[in-house]
């Protein structure tokens, strides 16, 4: 499991970020902690299992 983050950036966790296959923006950006926070969150999350989404705002 993991996720590909586009652009990533110092910043507070938000807990608002999208995860998926969808069409997503080049310049979309994300902070490490929500990064981190998606990451976590997939371990008791079977849907992403074998899978890396896109993580973005």
């Known amino acids: 499991m993991g996720v590909r983050p586009l652009q990533m950036k110092s910043g507070i966790r938000t807990g608002q970020y999208r995860l998926g ?5 080049g310049l979309s950006s994300i902070t490490f902690a929500d990064c981190a926070h998606a990451m976590v969150a997939m ?4 849907t992403w299992r074998g899978r890396a989404p ?3 705002y």
Request: glycine residues 0%; hydrophobic residues 40%; charged residues 35%.
């Open 54 to 56: 896109i993580v973005q």
């Open 43 to 46: 371990l008791d999350d079977d």
């Open 21 to 25: 296959y969808d069409a997503f923006n």
